[in-house]
């Protein structure tokens, strides 16, 4: 019987190690492996002087033994969800209520997010996700209600929580005046990353973010989805216990997409937790393992994916309980425009 994920430890070391293509040996945590085939075994090969080369047997006869497939995201996201659900909670939200003069943008939004587990934050533009995300990360201060992040309070003992936070802000400005490598190692110091420390892990992630070659230019010469992944990258030096994303697939290509899926499935499965906002419902269903939906600053929903979904899609669940399908009324004339008077 699957063992739940171990909480995390040693935050100093595992990250950048998970982000560099292997996943983090704590105890009890999921692995992904990569697909190989079996080999074959080399008792079974003709003996004599007619033999072929071990090379040519590999490659002419047919290979015996079960191929491993590689597990879909999907699938691992709902084991992971299911060992998740027994471990303890690492992230909460009690009542959190955010008020903008007239304007509530968060009312008592009370979330628990479990060690290893991949939270998604869906809801309609407006809906006060980023005011949320903001709250939880420590950027913007509640009118009321309470985060705390491994038992520690964000707005009672701020350094103390954040040194166990990462944190890929909306709209993120960077020092961009800075080069790639000095952005990483000026992110590493801030949390109190070691320098020898720092410098391996920044290489480490590089790799991983497939950013090595662009690590000696200015951050203002990249692209969006570069920048984005340096962002990414720096969140996640200093090997926080909780990663807390904003969109962190905008602007990305699909390749590099599919990468940041892989390094943050490793983060869980070596312990640490994510909880992630995306406006991509199939992304959210197919990688994320719990999921809230928020509309007009109100969880109306929350639990595992597939207790939310109840059975539909989550994009079909979403629409009904937000009640947008008849967001085209009222245009048809859109559609005779050669008839119009």
């Known amino acids: 019987m699957p063992q739940p994920v171990s909480a995390p430890t040693g935050r100093e070391t595992g990250v950048a190690q998970a982000g560099a293509a292997q996943a983090a040996g704590r105890p009890g945590a999921p692995r992904v492996r990569p697909s190989r085939s079996t080999p074959v075994d080399p008792a079974q090969a003709p003996a004599g002087p007619h033999a072929p080369e ?14 491993e497939v590689p597990v879909p995201s999907i699938v691992r996201a709902r084991e992971r969800g299911r060992l998740a659900e027994q471990n303890p909670v690492v ?64 707005w009672s003992d701020g350094p103390a929580a954040k040194r166990l936070i990462g944190t890929l802000p909306d709209r993120l400005r960077l020092f961009d005046r800075l080069t790639g490598a000095q952005l990483l190692y000026y992110s590493g110091v801030l949390h109190g990353v070691p320098e020898a420390a720092v410098a391996e892990r920044s290489s480490e992630l590089a790799a991983a973010f497939g950013l090595e070659s662009a690590l000696g230019r200015l951050v203002s010469d990249y692209s969006a989805g570069m920048q984005k992944k340096i962002a990414l990258a720096c969140s996640m030096i200093h090997a926080p216990e909780v990663l807390v994303l904003d969109e962190p697939f905008e602007a ?41 939906i928020i509309v007009d600053g109100s969880v109306i929903a929350q639990g595992t994916v597939d207790a939310v979904r109840d059975g539909l899609s989550l994009e079909e669940r979403f629409t009904q309980l937000t009640g947008t399908s008849g967001a085209g009324k009222g245009l048809e004339w859109l559609h005779g425009s050669s008839d119009s008077e």
């Open 252 to 292: 990305i290509d699909p390749v590099s997409a599919s990468n940041v899926t892989e390094i943050l499935e490793k983060y869980v499965a070596g312990g640490g937790s994510v909880v992630m906002s995306s406006h991509s419902l199939d992304l959210i269903q197919r990688v994320c393992d719990h999921v809230s």
């Open 91 to 154: 992230l909460r939200t009690e009542m959190l209520t955010k008020v903008f003069g007239s304007l509530i943008a968060a009312n008592e939004v009370s979330i628990d997010v479990h060690a290893g587990s991949f939270t998604g934050i869906v809801g309609p533009n407006g809906a006060g996700k980023t005011t949320t995300l903001s709250m939880i990360s420590g950027l913007l201060r509640p009118t009321s209600g309470r985060v705390t992040v491994g038992g520690v309070d964000v």
């Open 54 to 67: 071990p090379q040519q047997a590999d490659a002419r006869a047919p290979r015996t033994g079960r191929v």
